[in-house]
Every structure is written in C-alpha cells, then in structure tokens.
C-alpha cells in the first residue's frame, strides 16, 4: 500500500552513485515541520562525512523551536535566498527530495526544482509519490516518518557507522516530531529498534522533548487558551470539533511560525471527538489542517474537497473563500460522511 520501494538493482545504482564526490541539492516542502527539518539535517551530516558537496535548502522559514538542531544555521531559505538556491540547482549531480510526494509542496521552489536535470531521488513516507518525477523513489507509508527513513536509506548504503550524535538527534526529532511522541504512527518494532539504536548514538530524549515542546512564548500559550476559549465549534452528531483563527487572532497574539503548531490535536482529547480542523486566516487563503481518530481518512477528505492531501489521520487543505464560507463548506462536506464519522471508528 503506498510502496515505493527500490530494487536490488536500484539499490546498487544508488551505491554506486554515491561513490564519488557529487554536487548534492536537498529539498523539502514548504512550511517544513520537525520531520521534514530533521530529515534534511541528517542527510546533509551524513552526505557530508561521505565527502560531498551539500547543499540544503528549505522553501521558507522554519519554527523556531528546531533552530537547536545541529546545523540548522546552514539551511538555505529560498525565500530569503533564491540566488544560491539557484546556483547550487545549476551545478547538481543529484537533488534529494525529502518528505514530500509532489513536487508542487516545494512551493515557491517548484519551478527552479522542476527545471534541474540532475536525477531526483525520493525519500519519503506520504501515500501516493508523483513516481514520474523521480528518478528514485524510496518511499513507504508504513514507516514513522521521513527521518526513519533517512536511517534506513543510511543503513542500505552500508554506513550505519558514519551515524553520530548529531545525525541521530536530526532523525529523532524527525520521528517524535511526526508521531507526536510516540502515539501515532509508530506501531512498528522497527521504529523501536531504530529508536534504540539513536539513543546509543548519544540521544537525550529528556533533553530533547524539552528543546521541542517546552518553548512556548506567552503569546504562544494565550493563542492557544483563545483558541480553545473562544474559536471552538463542536459540531456533536458529526463528532466533529472546528477552530478557526482570523488574521485579527493572529495579529493581537502576535503571531509568529509555528505558534498554531499542535492547536489542531486539543480537541481530539475530548472522548466525543473523532476529526479536529483548524483553519487559520493567511494573506490570500485559509489553511486548514485535519486531524482524526481511528480509521476514518482525513486524507482522502482534505484530497477530494480541500486542494490537499497528507496521512490517513493527518492531512491538509486550503480554502480560498471566507472563513465563514469556509466553515460552511467543511461543515456540508463533513456532514456527507455523518455515518463513517459516527460508526466507522473502532478505538
Ligand atoms: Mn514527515
């Protein structure tokens, strides 16, 4: 389901390609997360030791709660720096696409990625990669996240051993990050296992639960007390709770990346509730984000109506009419799903 593995052919390809020194590009998508940042950290520690030449670029800026991961100094943001980006693309032998499905989640980046010859390679863990857009593809929803993934792409190249303290503490953050400590998406062994094996490398998994979660501004705090005091609809019979943020909310908790980070998973703790959505006012759209319980597909919703898409449980959308039309339209389109909403969840 969602397998993109590589074959033994590829494989060897993939070593061989790796042997000597290339100009290496890594990308990921835009509004990058722990997993997607820890992901790209990690390879271009590991690329590195191998000996290349690494550039890694992120679309656009990144919360500020992963600025302490080793070498986060050295992304290159296109946004602020399209020029180098550029540069760095005109001279690739080889781009990696890290944790993203679609080309078009590069965002601002999409053309000047689209337009680089060098062989795309993918490493990823969304349903559904754009297979023809990558020369590679080593890609699989049955993982944790990208940043296991990084482990495994390591460990099949044969250097477990270049593995350090900071490469591990990179795809850690990438796993807790997009599993939310451990409670989603991580009923494998192996996410275990890896998880073992990063600790012995020299993880503090106390130190770093505190680096990523405990960083709240008091704005931060406020915005979330705000959300759920005053912006929480509770739709009962579609067991369905909503928050909206206007730009207005934004503005007034002086909104900065990554502050309405996890607001989305609050209503999810009420027993009653199996989808939580938030939308949140931007300049020209609405962003919205979904989570549920269970088996009902926030994906295939956040596909079929919301210009999005993500995990089975984790998806977003966006919306280009008001954040009333928008909430109206959520709301009819929950309601065709009444029944799944109701019966379909089984814990
Ligand atoms: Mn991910």
Redo the contacts with the bound molecule.
């Keep these: 389901m969602g397998n993109e593995m590589l074959s033994a052919i590829e494989k060897q390809e993939l070593k061989d390609l790796l042997v000597e020194r290339k100009n290496i590009v890594l990308t990921t998508h835009t509004n990058p997360?722990g997993?997607?940042i820890g992901?790209s950290l990690a390879m271009m520690h590991y690329l590195r030791k191998k000996g290349h030449n690494v550039t890694a670029m992120v679309p656009n800026s990144f919360p500020g709660f992963l600025e302490w991961l080793p070498g986060s100094k050295q992304l290159i943001i296109y946004e602020k720096e399209a020029k180098k980006v550029q540069k760095a693309l005109n001279e690739a032998d080889i781009v990696f696409c890290l944790?993203y499905n679609s080309l078009s989640r590069v965002g601002s980046a999409n053309d000047v990625v689209k337009r680089c010859e060098a062989p795309r390679i993918l490493i990823?863990?969304?349903i559904d990669p754009e297979t023809e857009n990558f020369t590679y593809c080593f890609s699989t929803t049955n993982t944790s996240?990208?940043?296991e993934l990084i482990y495994e792409f390591i460990d099949l190249l044969g250097d477990k051993a270049l593995i350090d303290k900071e490469i591990a503490e990179n795809i850690y953050t990438?796993i807790i990050t997009?599993t939310g400590s451990f409670s989603f998406a991580a009923n494998n062994e192996k996410t275990y296992v890896i998880t073992a094996d990063l600790i012995a490398k020299g993880v503090d998994a106390q130190k770093i639960h505190k680096l990523v979660y405990d960083t709240f501004s008091e704005n931060r705090l406020r915005l979330l007390g705000h959300s759920i005091n005053r912006r929480l609809i509770i739709w009962d019979n579609l067991r369905t709770a909503l928050i909206y943020l206007t730009k207005d909310d934004l503005l007034k908790y002086k909104y900065q990346v990554g502050d309405a980070e996890g607001v989305v998973n609050y209503p999810l703790m009420m027993e009653k509730i199996n989808v939580s959505i938030l939308l949140s006012e931007r300049d020209n759209q609405i962003r919205i984000s979904f989570r549920s319980k269970g088996d009902f597909s926030v994906n295939d919703v956040a596909r079929q109506h919301f210009k999005g898409g993500g995990h089975r449980n984790a998806a977003g959308g966006k919306s280009f009419v008001s954040m009333d039309e928008t909430i109206k339209r959520i709301k009819e389109v929950f309601g065709n799903y009444k029944e799944e909403l109701n019966y379909k969840l089984s814990y």
């Design positions: 997360d997993d997607a992901s944790d990823d863990h969304h996240s990208t940043g990438g997009d």
